[in-house]
């Protein structure tokens, strides 16, 4: 919890647009939440339809990989170019390392 205080105290001095993750043991979540922290302005999760259809499991590496691509494109449309990665306390490995690398792989800036 400490850590997440302190990534989001970070980010908030910045002003920065946030892109942020939740993983529990069977699902992977991530937002784009904007500069003020009051709206999230695009969202995606291994809980979608479209995402369940192409992974088999919502909590393992491939899974999160399909989530991050989808965050990308859709921050893209909205006409979002560069986050800050809000990694909500989890340690930038496995499941969250993957979301975060084919989010920068689709376009998305950190």
Known sequence: MRRARQTRA???????????????????????IDAGGNKVLAAASTVENEVRQSVKLGSNVKAAAEVGRRIAEKAKSLG????????????????????????????LKF
């Open 80 to 107: 979002i170019q560069a986050v800050a990665f809000d990694r909500s306390g989890y340690r930038y490995h496995g499941r969250v390392k993957a979301l975060a690398e084919a989010a920068r792989e689709s376009g």
């Open 10 to 32: 970070k980010i908030g001095e910045l002003k920065a647009v946030r892109l942020t993750v939740h993983r529990s043991n069977s699902h992977i979540y991530a937002q784009v």
